[in-house]
């Protein structure tokens, strides 16, 4: 079989079992809310209720039926696309994760490209004088970075950056007063596309603390695996026999060394994306950032079955994907990646 | 050892890496984006606003902010008196008191135009008993509405309520204009408001809501040019917001005790204003009655008197809570009278020992609190620490943090024996903490088999309080009074309860603006808001 049918193989295999894992996640989420404690009912008319405005609330939320009948009827909606509506608000979970998922797409995607921009750049810096002072700094951030408790950094870069300096907003994504206007709900994709300077500006102005703080935060794992990646590579025989052959040094490094030391950080960059959608909660939390993973805790404080039930089954698809685009880019880039 | 091959492009990027965060730095401070050059008031506070209909709401962030968009029949005024708002006069009970007459203000409009009359009442108190969420408040009190006139509505009661007046202030009955909600007779609009408040509606997402004067308000006009909220979700993104004056306004509804405190320092060095309102917001540890070892009443009352009320809201709250002996907050009551016993650790020894602990028998009690709510936490640990000090030869507390959510659902199981919890009346008066706390509808010898005090955990009754409560519905002004007070005294000597703070309202604005001010109810009147005049 020739690579390419074995990548195609390969993938169609991977695409095929997304439905078995997302209905085997679906079905955990779904039991291990009914089992933990705490009611709904409880969270929406509070502990005081009578017996028959609990019993009628039950009935309106299809909570009276058995489990086995609200399993039939989620997995049903679920094939068929629909996530239900919030048992709270009455409102659409599709809609509820549509509002929210840009937001924390657009602060993965920046938060992603600053880790990347300043592992890059501080992985490089040590590479280039191994054993320096500034390998020996760039190694301390990779391991501070890495051990800081993100809310403990995201209060001071808090702090430090909107109270003491006054440059930029404590939170949000937009100023007070301003509704996010009607598209994307990307704010930076929509200002450019309307030529709106100013929302373009403010967006960056919110987006510029929580995107930097997690970026950071991540940019230590980035910086680290890229040097010492990069330094294996450097070593190896093929980059020599490069010299050899009078390539030039900016060759050599981003044709020969680079493609080879990104593999590994390729895979991380897939793992940390996953880990990125669902695990920025503190830095949403500290930033009043309006989230997937602050709906996502709001909803399991006030059992939301059908928002938590959506929001798992969403992340958990778009983590499917993007681990299937990671191996395929692998496997494009390494010839000798083999399936 | 350098490595000639990068070095030279790693400097270049390093160059291309910093003007990058210069061109952010510099693109993110061009103009001053952030200040507020509307005229508008920015008011922070903690939490998201998930709807804004009134049959809905019961968190106070949205019942603070509907209150801004909508007038109730009546409110309490900071005087503690019935005030008419869209109501022309107090009501009028027919001589059974179970006909309620209200009549009715007249030109007064709803933010789309459409007219305010006893249609537009009654559609939106039927709205509310079809589909309110906290419709089981008073859904067993009212029996019909009618509209017999275009300004006069009869409230027809399925039995005596002197409460209803506190009732007819509730926010859940906000009027909404039968035009705007005809098609969410029978569901939530969630995201637009359509009432006849000083405020309307601009814009709304859960994390910020922008409102602005209605040009047509029946009332006083608005002091201000609107006011846009903005939610924090943490109490430290709320306090660095003021303090580096970010915004204008803050709510204290759920900020931490220790900024609390931090922002009242700042208030009397004159850096912010601070405004106090009415306290309805009560905390109380709840006593499992019908289970050992707190079955035993004299234990319970050993516990009422191992309490240092003054000593834990001094720790806690830096004495920005008041120590309660009560359940009914003082602003609802003509007199002080406070039931529960003051700390006496003597007294409290000898009822242990009398219950059979202290000589090398050490009750060991349980105390759950919500792990989400830091205050229940350092009540808990303070009170630990002063019993450890003054009575650790007889108890012990043991401590254990519980999401709330988890204590709602299993307090009426009767799964602890002793929980903090907290409570604000659905409407300002006094029936509004003393039924959902001990209300009950089936007795067993001073057990609760159905009923209130099964949902609060305590499962404590007694059929003479149970009396004196329901005749407190039959009567009204001073006896009436007198009647809650000797339930409240009954509540006490059952000691299932221990109450022990009150917990205020309070705002803080930035210094030019005037001092803010509260309705009798504990909601902020931000329509009167406005930056100060030169000479004040």
């Known amino acids: 079989m020739n690579r390419t049918r074995a990548i195609a193989k390969y993938t169609a295999i991977r695409l095929g079992s997304i439905p078995i894992m997302l209905w085997l996640i679906s079905t955990m989420v779904f039991m291990l809310l009914r089992i933990a404690p705490g009611d709904p009912v409880d969270a929406i008319l509070g502990n005081r209720a009578d017996d028959l405005a609990r019993n009628a609330m039950r009935e309106r939320l299809g909570l009276n039926q058995s489990i086995f009948k609200q399993y039939l009827s989620f997995l049903n909606d679920l094939i068929h696309g629909n996530l239900g509506n919030a048992l709270n608000t009455q409102e659409p979970v599709s809609e509820i994760i549509s509002k929210a998922l840009p937001a924390s797409i657009e602060l993965g995607i920046t938060a992603l490209l600053i880790a990347s921009i300043v592992g890059f750049v501080i992985g490089l810096s040590g590479t280039a004088r191994p054993e320096s002072k500034t390998d020996l700094a760039g190694r301390l951030y990779g391991i501070g970075t890495y051990a800081l408790p993100p809310f403990w950094a995201a209060m001071m870069i808090q702090l430090f950056f909107s109270v003491i300096l006054g440059w930029l907003p404590i939170g949000g994504r937009l100023p007070p007063g301003s509704s996010i206007p009607e598209g994307s709900g990307y704010l930076i994709l929509d200002s450019i596309k309307n030529g709106n300077l100013l929302l373009l500006q403010n967006a960056l102005r919110h987006l510029l603390l929580p995107a930097g703080t997690l970026g950071i935060l991540l940019s230590g794992v980035f910086s680290r695996s890229l040097r010492i990646n990069l330094n294996k590579t450097l070593q190896m025989d093929h980059i020599e026999a490069a010299k050899s052959r009078g390539l030039n040094k900016s060759r050599i490094l981003f044709f020969h060394a680079l493609p080879n030391a990104m593999l590994p950080v390729l895979t991380i960059t897939g793992l940390t994306v996953a880990s990125l959608i669902g695990g920025a909660l503190l830095i949403e939390v500290t930033f009043s950032w309006p989230g997937i993973a602050l709906k996502l805790q709001e909803a399991i404080n006030q059992r939301d079955y059908p928002i938590v039930q959506g929001i798992v089954v969403v992340i958990s698809m778009l983590v499917v994907f993007i681990s299937v685009i990671v191996d395929l880019l692998i496997a494009i880039i390494d010839p000798r990646v083999s399936y | ?536």
């Open chain 2, 1 to 536: 050892m350098q490595n000639p091959l990068i070095k030279t492009k790693s400097l270049k990027i390093t160059k291309v890496f910093l003007s990058l965060i210069s061109f952010l730095l510099i693109i993110t401070q061009v103009s001053c984006a952030q200040k507020n050059n509307t005229g508008k008031i920015i008011v922070s506070s903690k939490g998201k606003i998930e709807s804004l209909d009134p049959a809905q709401a019961s968190k106070l962030l949205a019942i603070q902010l509907i209150s801004s968009l909508g007038d109730t029949l009546y409110r309490i005024n900071s005087d503690g008196n019935l005030e008419p708002r869209l109501a022309k006069d107090l009501p009028t009970f027919s001589e059974d008191r179970l006909t309620i007459s209200i009549p009715l203000r007249e030109n007064v409009l709803f933010h789309d135009g459409t007219e305010f009359n006893s249609y537009a009442m009654a559609f939106s108190l039927k709205r509310f008993l079809e589909i309110g969420t906290l419709s089981y408040v008073i859904s067993d009190r009212i029996e019909s509405i009618e509209t017999p006139e275009r300004f006069k509505l009869i409230l027809k009661l399925k039995r005596p309520s002197s409460s209803i007046n506190g009732v007819l202030t509730s926010i859940n009955i906000t009027p909404i204009s039968p035009k705007a909600y005809l098609s969410f007779k029978n569901k939530f609009l969630n995201d637009k408001f359509i009432g006849t408040g000083p405020y309307k509606l601009e814009s709304f997402t859960p994390e910020r809501q922008a409102l602005i004067p209605f040009e047509d308000y029946w009332g006083n006009k608005v002091q201000n040019k609107g006011i846009n909220f903005i939610n924090y979700s943490t109490s430290v993104s709320l306090f660095s917001a003021i303090k580096s004056g970010q915004v204008d306004v803050l709510l204290s509804n759920s900020i931490e005790d220790g900024h609390r405190r931090a922002l009242n320092q700042l208030s009397q060095k004159g850096l912010l204003n601070e405004g106090e309102g009415p306290a309805m917001q009560i905390g109380y540890v709840a006593l499992r009655s019908h289970k050992p070892p707190l079955n035993n009443k004299v234990l319970r009352q050993a516990l009422s008197y191992s309490i240092n009320r003054d000593l834990i809201v001094r720790k806690v709250s830096y004495g920005l809570r008041d120590p309660l002996r009560s359940v009914v907050p003082r602003a609802l009551k003509t007199e002080n009278n406070e039931p529960w016993p003051k700390y006496e650790p003597s007294i409290a020894k000898e009822l242990y020992k009398r219950a059979g602990y202290c000589n090398n028998k050490k009750l060991i009690l349980p105390i759950t609190f919500r792990s989400n709510v830091p205050a229940d936490k350092l009540l808990a640990l303070t009170w630990q620490e002063q019993v450890k000090k003054d009575l650790s030869e007889c108890l012990i507390l043991e401590l254990n943090g519980v999401e709330s959510t988890t204590i709602y659902k299993q307090l009426g199981e009767g799964s602890f024996e002793a929980v903090i919890l907290g409570w604000t009346g659905d409407y300002p008066d006094p029936e509004a903490y003393l039924s959902p706390l001990f209300d009950c509808k089936k007795i067993n010898n001073e057990t609760c088999k159905k009923g209130e005090a099964v949902f609060g955990g305590t499962f404590w009754a007694n059929q003479k309080l149970q009396n004196v409560l329901k005749r407190s519905e039959l009567e009204s002004g001073i006896t009436r009074n007198n009647t809650l007070n000797e339930a409240e005294k009954l509540a006490s000597e059952g000691t299932a309860i221990l109450p022990v703070w009150l917990v205020k309202p309070r705002i803080w604005t930035q210094p030019e603006f005037n001092t803010p001010e509260f309705d009798g109810s504990g909601r902020v009147l931000l329509d009167r808001l406005s930056i100060k005049s030169k000479n004040e």
